[in-house]
């Protein structure tokens, strides 16, 4: 039983006419937050990270923790904290944490995010994966949630050892708008975090479907409650 934080509260869906996705033809998936959501797991991770400050600082667990919830790193991720915090470069955090945790042993399979993805309706898309997770442990990951290549094809996975600088980086963004050849507005980002996925995919004027959203935000073209509520955007 978990008894830390509510990671995830309950929102609600904000559209009132059903978005446009005419002049969509790729979809690019953030996978942690996006294609699920699980407490325990979050707060493994989120451990993790406090137990790396208070390594790098050679502070007890509490006092770091303390740190990490300073008002002043109150807008930036886990990663982007711990970097500014120990002045670690984020992306060597990011791979010590994914060979800790691993995610797989949290997850279970997802039928309705199945149903969804074997939609004729989303199966008309190219999909890319495009996530701040390593290549290992987000394989691990789509099987674990059972998007097996049998289900959908991504056309390719951009992971954390595809850049030289992560997400919110233009340059990952960049890297797919090539790979595609297709004008920033065929494609729709569809991540859970404004800053990381959402800002910077829209500011290269790729549409953008903001899930998990508690509040609404000029930088999201479509919010959504839920990962399963693709499907009524179809
Ligand atoms: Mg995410």
Redesign the pocket.
């Known amino acids: 039983m978990f008894h830390g934080y509510n990671f995830f509260p309950e929102i609600k869906s904000r559209f009132l006419r059903k978005p446009n996705l005419k002049n969509i033809q790729v979809l690019i998936w953030?996978?942690?937050?996006?294609l699920y959501r699980n407490d325990n797991l979050a707060n493994e991770i989120y451990n993790s990270f406090i137990q790396i400050v208070a390594h790098h600082l050679e502070i007890d667990f509490n006092t770091a923790k303390k740190i990490f919830q300073k008002q002043k790193y109150s807008r930036k991720t886990w990663g982007q904290k711990t970097e500014k915090i120990t002045g670690l470069k984020e992306k060597d955090v990011l791979y010590v944490i994914e060979k800790q945790v691993d995610k797989s042993d949290f997850l279970e399979k997802d039928n309705k995010l199945i149903a969804l993805f074997k939609d004729k309706k989303i199966q008309k898309f190219k999909h890319y994966i495009l996530t701040n997770s390593s290549r290992h442990q987000t394989d691990k990951v789509l099987t674990a949630l059972g998007l097996i290549p049998e289900v959908l094809n991504f056309e390719e996975k951009f992971t954390l050892e595809s850049f030289k600088q992560i997400k919110p980086h233009r340059s990952c963004f960049e890297k797919i708008l090539s790979h595609s050849g297709l004008a920033p507005g065929s494609h729709l980002m569809i991540?859970?975090?404004l800053v990381?996925?959402i800002i910077p995919a829209k500011k290269m004027g790729i549409k953008t479907c903001h899930v998990y959203s508690s509040k609404k935000s000029k930088y999201a073209d479509i919010h959504l409650k839920d990962i399963e509520s693709f499907s009524q955007i179809l």
């Open positions: 953030d996978v942690d937050g996006t991540g859970d975090e990381v996925d």
